[in-house]
């Protein structure tokens, strides 16, 4: 690793403390967009150092959304958001710039997320060039990223259409790389790709962990993906995170039934012993302009059903609750693993 | 897609290939080209396009004037000339003074939006409800009027520019008020789109000024549009200066101009047809050739028309 490299570990190590301390944290998060859609609406979340935390939802749950209010692309209209420690959500101009120096975010659709007309240098050299790197120091860096990223310096000089979608996804990485940063926003990284490069891609994003230390937040749609990634799950709907808990602990025994009704629908082999039919889900969620009174999911859920429509999912809101780190917003979180078996009997 | 070897890809020249497919294009570079020779070589031209003959006034094409002579005499294929140099100079100019104008007012109101956007557009809006000619004619007055006027106050030193260039000026600054517009808005659409490109958000999350960002992503992308904003400016520009010329608030007489010559010679289009025919051709080709050639840009710059192999 290059002088540069040290330098700038250095002085993240400095700041920066034991693995497992927050790194990132979002206080009463709230998105709400001119239209009155609400993205985001009142997220508590901490992200600690050395994780992945998987983030899923469907389609318009927020969790891009989220993502990008992490990192301040989209200012929060409400609650806070602080990095190390520093409330990055009230920060604004150069000094923004500055202090989320360490916090970089990886894209979804790699055509649009690198500039068509400059070469893969100028592109992963430019968060270096932005932090006065001379351009000597700059090239040899970019070449160590290329490498790093299996790309290999013969493409220092290529534009991004010259490359597959894979390939620019692994610039977009190297960029994201490019100035040491301690967390990575991955926002639906792989969704673009094919299925044989989605493995390369997340085994690369494995790897780099492990090498440079690194926390994601892996926003996906993709339960088996963010399966295979996630150390820690946020599961998100209509700007909630309904279920949080550890990704084994949710993949084996969810306790919300919009987690469960999701890995029901994850398609396994016939072999499988733990087959069961999905849960299907009637209709489409709520306008997030129109939220209705009490629990959001409370209109498409099986589990009420199943309970008879108690009156409270329509009259209280529920909070994330739990036992230990395993968190759901749902009154009945206990019934919901004993219940999905027996959702098809 | 094939990829193309980097070499190849941009290094060579890409017009060499295009033009030999399209034989069109090539016409209408060598036409452009020949305006452009024949107005920059007007002093070399056997006769003044200002002396007078009134003996020979109104001939018809012959060996001695090409093109014939006008209702005074004058050599038409020297007037011609000076008249390519009068329209080009002031379409280039003023094309070249609206798409800054315009690049200026789009980026900042697309890059900004809110409020800066809102007053910015709907001054656009608001000067788009003006007919366009209308609108050149009202601007023409105005300058020619304030201009003409011997002032000695702040404006003195344009007066002294537009007297110097025979009324040029005047409609160097009509052109370039009415031509804006349209750039401002093409740019600001496209700066819109490219704002919220995935790599501009990479830009700015490593710590890219707005500035920064501006100047390395979002105009350079911004380019191809720009160039066809101009490709579509710079003829609008030559029609709006012949018809100025041709109702009399563009250049000022004796200078020539395919407008002005194209108004003086509407006036004996039947008896001496010659007299319109070859100024408004000569309006007509330009237009033709510019807008050839445009196409042929837009199609170079845009991703969407590009086809690897053709440059291998």
């Known amino acids: ?345 | 897609m094939t990829i193309v070897p980097s070499t190849q890809r941009r290094g060579v020249s890409l017009l060499p290939t295009s033009i030999r497919s399209k034989p069109g294009l090539a016409v209408a570079i060598a036409f452009l080209v020949l305006i452009v020779v024949v107005a920059a070589s007007a002093s070399f031209l056997p006769y003044d396009a200002y002396r007078q003959d009134l003996l020979h006034r109104n001939s018809p094409p012959s060996w001695n004037h090409i093109l014939g002579t006008d209702e005074l005499g004058r050599d038409m294929l020297a007037r011609l000339a000076i008249g390519a140099r009068v329209s080009l100079v002031v379409a280039v100019t003023s094309t070249v003074a609206a798409v800054l104008i315009g690049i200026a007012v789009g980026a900042i109101a697309g890059y900004k939006r809110g409020w800066i956007d809102s007053v910015c557009m709907r001054f656009v809006d608001s000067m788009y409800a003006f007919p366009d000619t209308l609108f050149a004619i009202l601007i023409a007055g105005v300058v020619k009027g304030q201009l003409s006027q011997s002032s000695t106050d702040f404006f003195s030193p344009i007066t002294a520019l537009y007297k110097m260039s025979g009324g040029l000026f005047g409609v160097f600054l009509t052109l370039s008020f009415t031509s804006w517009l349209v750039c401002a808005r093409i740019v600001r659409a496209e700066v819109i789109i490219l704002r919220s490109a995935e790599y501009v958000a990479a830009a700015r999350l490593a710590g890219a000024s707005d500035l920064f960002v501006m100047r390395r992503h979002i105009l350079p992308n911004c380019l191809p549009v720009i160039i066809v904003a101009a490709t579509f400016v710079v003829p609008s520009a030559i029609l709006l200066e012949a018809g100025l010329s041709f109702l009399g608030v563009g250049v000022d007489p004796p200078t020539p101009s395919w407008g002005a010559m194209i108004a003086s010679g509407v006036r004996s289009m039947q008896s001496y047809p010659h007299l319109l025919i070859t100024p408004a051709i000569a309006v007509g080709l330009t237009l033709l050739s510019i807008n050839v050639v445009g196409d042929a840009l837009r199609e170079h710059f845009d991703p969407s028309f590009r086809r690897g192999g053709e440059a291998s």
Request: aromatic residues 4%; charged residues 20%.
């Open chain 1, 1 to 345: 690793m290059s002088e540069l490299l040290k330098q700038i570990g250095e002085t993240t190590n400095n700041a920066g403390a034991r693995l497992g301390d927050t790194i990132l944290e979002a206080r009463d998060l709230h998105v709400i967009f001119g239209t009155g859609v609400r993205a985001v609406d009142g997220i508590n979340l901490k992200i600690y150092r050395g994780e992945t935390l998987g983030v899923v939802g469907e389609s318009g749950c927020g969790k891009s959304t989220l993502g990008r209010t992490l990192c301040m692309l989209e200012a929060p209209t409400g609650g806070s958001v602080a990095l190390n420690g520093l409330p990055i959500s009230d920060m604004k101009g150069s000094s923004l710039r500055e202090a989320r120096k360490s916090l970089q975010m990886v894209f979804q659709d790699p055509y649009s997320s690198l500039d068509p007309r400059q070469r893969a240098g100028e592109i992963i050299g430019e968060p270096l060039l932005l932090a006065g790197v001379d351009k000597k120091q700059r090239q040899s860096r970019v070449n160590e990223l290329l490498d790093l990223v299996s790309i290999g310096a013969s493409g220092y000089a290529k534009f991004p259409r010259e490359f597959s979608g894979g390939q620019r996804q692994r610039i977009g990485i190297a960029r994201s790389l490019a100035a040491n940063p301690e967390i990575i926003i991955c926002d639906e990284p792989v969704s673009a790709l094919d299925v044989s490069v989605q493995a390369q891609i997340v085994n690369l994003l494995v790897s780099l962990q492990r090498k440079l230390n690194l926390t994601y937040v892996f926003i996906s749609h993709d339960l088996a993906v963010v399966r295979q990634m996630a150390n820690r799950v946020a599961v998100m709907y209509l700007g909630r995170i309904v279920e949080l808990a550890d990704a084994d602990k949710i993949f084996a025994a969810p306790r919300h039934p919009y987690t469960a009704a999701l890995l029901s629908a994850v398609p396994r082999m016939l072999t499988s012993s733990a087959k069961r039919k999905p849960i299907s889900l009637p209709g489409d969620p709520p306008s997030p302009m129109h939220l209705p009174p009490g629990c959001r999911f409370q209109a498409r859920c099986w589990l009420r059903q199943k309970l008879g429509s108690p009156d409270v999912c329509s009259a209280v809101d529920p909070m994330l609750s739990g036992t230990g780190d395993h968190q759901a917003a749902c009154h009945f979180q206990e019934h919901v693993d004993a219940q999905r078996g027996a959702q098809n009997a």
